[in-house]
């Protein structure tokens, strides 16, 4: 046995390896050599150097594997160096030397088992950078579709238009003149072409109606008609309209086959030399025509109220023409007509239509109209009498020749139905007061005023607001002063 055999004491309970002599021993070997002879064991070592057991085993046994990181392994072998005698520095040198060489010998890598491929995530990162550039390309994308949306509005819509009246593209009519009608798109401009080669305009309304009356000569009239777009200026497909006015002499059913059956209009009411007292009179009946209108005309004025009911009017020399907006309402004492009506007709071919009149008497003309016939003609005679006088004053207020919006205080009290309300061209309200009537206008210019009686000089122009006051025997006068 070697003298290292001698001096090993194995009182650490387990057996221990022998150690050959070499001539450069390992670190482990000179650490336990130095331990054997300083006649300690593994666990005095342990107490001393408060370096646990296993470590202590490991570093004599050149067990790198069992060993911890090397910072605490370097720390480990100074401190134990030191507690047995040798050179901590040489043996960090050789202990350095042996884990660079021994570790990759002793301790073969282990490659880790291949993990299954996973798809990386992808995390998105919203910076305030990120929200510009989101924000700048939503408004571009919106005012690219906006223009996209122009061009394919200019491009591709084309004006509507179609004709209500007559309701043939070829028709005939025995009249020298023609009201056409039809549909349109809201503002449209109608633009049409008359035989001679002028041409007639007219402007649809906001639901897109138009109407426009031409003067037919004897024979074939040939019209066309364009709808233009007010905002795309586009224009619409044209219209061909044939209009035939027989010639004189000329037999209209020789070529047209069987004689149709003639128009026939029955008028319910008004019956005839009716005495009303508030001037509203319904005109309805029924026709197999497919077109009625209805024209009130004014006969005459009557005498003073004091006289009979059925008193006779003074009749004028002839039947007197509405008269021109654009005149004074002083220039004439004659109550406007109510507008020519063109009245719609139902499914079993009735009509109705309810006219505002003022006092005197006047003449109610109904015609009814088919394509190819002529047309047949009833007239009713009314009598509006003015109202009884009360001691106090009566008003007589008129719209001739456009809408305005009224309002009407009779002492102190609103009139029925008039706290807010448009009186509309051609139609008129009585109002009766003691003391005062207060009249506030949106459109002053139309009124025609006829107080006890007498023609009032108009209250001012087109357009005018304001607020007036009438009292018996006095002239309106205009106030500030609102009820």
Do not use: C
Request: aromatic share 6%.
């Amino acid at each position: 046995m070697t003298a290292r055999h001698n001096i090993r004491i194995g009182s650490l309970g387990r057996q221990r390896a022998a150690i050959d002599a070499t001539p450069a021993p390992r670190v482990g070997e000179l650490l336990q050599i130095a331990r054997e002879r300083k006649g300690v064991d593994l666990f005095r070592a342990e107490r001393d150097t408060k370096i646990r057991l296993k470590y202590l085993a490991a570093l004599e046994d050149s067990a790198y594997a069992d060993l911890p990181p090397m910072v605490y392994t370097k720390g480990f072998l100074r401190n134990y160096a030191i507690y047995l005698g040798l050179d901590p520095e040489d043996l960090i040198a050789r202990w350095r030397e042996e884990t660079l060489a021994g570790r990759k010998v002793e301790r073969p890598s282990v490659a880790p088992p291949p993990r299954p491929l996973a798809a990386p995530r992808r995390s998105v990162a919203v910076t305030p950078g990120t929200l510009v550039a989101l924000m700048f390309g939503l408004i571009v994308l919106a005012v690219f579709a906006w223009i996209a949306w122009q061009v394919l509005r200019f491009v591709g819509e084309v004006p509507t238009l179609s004709l209500s009246y007559p309701p043939s593209l070829v028709s005939i009519v025995e009249d020298d003149r023609i009201i056409l009608t039809g549909v349109a798109g809201p503002r449209a401009e109608i633009s049409i072409t008359t035989p001679d080669g002028q041409r007639r305009s007219a402007i649809a309304d906001e639901s897109g109606k138009w109407a426009r009356e031409v003067l037919l000569a004897k024979g074939r009239n040939d019209f066309t008609i364009v709808a233009t777009d007010p905002v795309t200026h586009r224009a619409s497909e044209p219209i061909n309209l044939i209009i035939s006015v027989p010639l004189p002499g000329a037999s209209p059913g020789a070529s047209a086959g069987p004689t149709p059956a003639p128009i026939r209009l029955i008028i319910v009411q008004p019956a005839n030399n009716l005495v009303l007292e508030d001037g509203l009179v319904t005109v309805s009946g029924t026709t197999t025509g497919t077109r009625v209108t209805i024209e009130g005309r004014f006969v005459g004025t009557l005498p003073a109220p004091s006289g009979q009911p059925g008193a006779t009017p003074t009749p004028a020399p002839t039947p007197t023409p509405p008269p021109d907006p654009s005149a004074s309402p002083a220039e004439t004492p004659v109550p406007s007509p109510p507008p020519f009506v063109d009245v719609t007709i139902g499914t079993a071919g009735t009509f109705s239509e309810t006219l505002s009149l003022g006092p005197g008497a006047w003449q109610i003309v109904i015609s009814a109209y088919r394509t190819g016939l002529a047309p047949i003609v009833e007239t009713r005679t009314l009598t509006v009498r003015p109202p009884e006088p009360t001691g106090g004053m009566t008003l007589v207020i008129e719209a001739v020749g456009g809408n305005s919006w009224v309002r009407i205080v009779a002492d102190g009290a609103v009139w029925p139905r008039y706290r807010s309300r448009t009186l509309r061209s051609g139609a008129s309200v009585t109002v009766t007061a003691e003391e005062e009537i207060w009249l506030r206008s949106g459109n002053a210019g139309v009124l025609r005023i006829t107080q006890d009686g007498q023609v009032l000089p108009r209250l001012g122009r087109r357009g005018l607001v304001g607020n007036w006051i009438f009292r018996p025997g006095q002239p309106p006068e205009r106030t500030s002063e609102t009820r």
